[in-house]
């Protein structure tokens, strides 16, 4: 059963701070790694998906990266800002059958001006 | 960018009564699922849906729970007698192809 680990629980960091958020998943054969965005009480904002076939993704500021044979994904998230602020979670499926996502439990990113 | 569209945004119900979330999937999207999170805990799968039947279900989605996709937009998640322990936020998702999830923003249930 695949279990998905994201540490730390919780991160608070000063403006201006490049920093790494680090997934880590117990079973290799995986189709997408997604990374999400989850502000308090409202919905899961998809920021970058690395499919299986691909090392990293780039969007803006933000960037992941995914080594299967390690079982292990990062977000690197450069320069933040306090509108970085937010819970971010990782979720991964696997391949055949519906592509359910497996979540991890998430860390809560606080930036402070 | 396209959206999924979920209502309501937040319900209460008393225990024991049905109720029914309501999600307007991506139109192009083929697949789409039900997940929820219990507050503090993991985002969790509920189902997902394919070709207008279930393709896969988790433990937690028994008898008390349904998904129907009644037209060409809606999908809809039915308890039929909600208990204090389906308090959550549930969410809608669809998928196209090659491409990830979107999700939309997610009804809050609490059961009273």
């Known amino acids: 059963k695949q279990e998905v680990t994201q540490i730390p629980a919780a991160l608070s960091v000063p403006e201006g701070e490049n920093l790494v958020l680090n997934c880590s998943f117990t079973?290799?054969?995986?189709?997408?790694l997604q990374w999400f965005r989850q502000d308090p009480g409202k919905g899961l904002t998809s920021l970058l998906l690395?499919?299986?076939?691909?090392r990293e993704q780039t969007s803006g500021r933000l960037n992941a990266s995914l080594d299967k044979s390690s079982g292990r994904s990062t977000l690197y998230i450069a320069a933040s800002q306090p509108g970085d602020s937010a819970t971010y979670l990782c979720?991964?499926?696997?391949?055949?059958?519906?592509?359910?996502?497996?979540f991890g439990k998430g860390t809560k990113l606080t930036v402070n001006p | 960018e396209p959206e999924v569209t979920q209502t309501p945004s937040h319900q209460v119900t008393q225990m024991g009564q049905e109720v029914i979330l309501r999600c307007v999937p991506i139109?192009?999207?083929?697949?789409f699922y039900w997940y929820r999170q219990i507050l503090g805990q993991k985002v969790e799968f509920l189902v997902s849906?394919?070709?207008?039947?279930?393709?896969?279900k988790s433990e937690i989605f028994d008898d008390q729970f349904s998904v129907e996709r009644p037209d060409g937009s809606n999908f809809t998640l039915k308890i039929r007698s909600t208990k204090l322990e389906d308090s959550a936020m549930y969410f809608c998702?669809?998928?196209?192809?090659?491409?990830?999830?979107?999700f939309g923003s997610g009804t809050r249930l609490t059961v009273v």
């Open positions: 998702a669809s998928r196209g192809g090659l491409y990830g999830y979107t």
């Open positions: 079973d290799s054969a995986i189709y997408n």
């Open positions: 690395i499919q299986s076939s691909q």
């Open positions: 979720a991964l499926s696997a391949q055949g059958g519906s592509e359910k996502l497996v």
């Open positions: 139109s192009n999207h083929l697949y």
């Open positions: 849906f394919y070709n207008n039947e279930i393709s896969e």
